[in-house]
């Protein structure tokens, strides 16, 4: 199983990206996705999900800005980021959950929001 995230990189207050997080080695249409983000020091924060079915939730605080998607027919998730703050600085990382006993991480990809 591999989950391969990208698309990280360095823009100012205000910029966008576009994380992906292509998988392999699992049936990916069965698994809820979800994005984390982390900060030295600081416990990981879920981010966003999706479920099989589409459905999607956010933590409050990119709730209007981030966007959670999914291409089963790609086996990718993708994270669209708008209007990016400093605090929105970590490494950003996707899971795929099954249940609770199998789920699997990728990599992680650093975002910069810096002027």
């Known amino acids: 199983v591999q989950l391969q995230a990208s698309g990280g990189g360095s823009v100012q207050p205000g910029g966008s990206l576009r994380l992906s997080c292509a998988a392999s080695?699992?049936?990916?249409?069965?698994?809820?996705m979800e994005w984390y983000r982390q900060v030295p020091g600081k416990q990981r924060e879920l981010v966003a999900s999706?479920?099989?079915?589409?459905?999607?939730a956010y933590v409050e605080s990119v709730k209007g800005r981030f966007t959670i998607s999914r291409d089963n027919a790609e086996n990718t998730v993708y994270l669209q980021m708008n209007s990016l703050q400093p605090e929105d600085t970590a490494v950003y990382h996707c899971?795929?959950?099954?249940?609770?006993?199998?789920?699997?991480w990728g990599r992680g990809t650093q975002v910069t929001v810096s002027s």
């Open positions: 899971k795929a959950v099954r249940n609770p006993g199998l789920e699997f």
């Open positions: 080695g699992i049936l990916f249409n069965i698994y809820v």
């Open positions: 999706i479920t099989t079915s589409g459905s999607t």
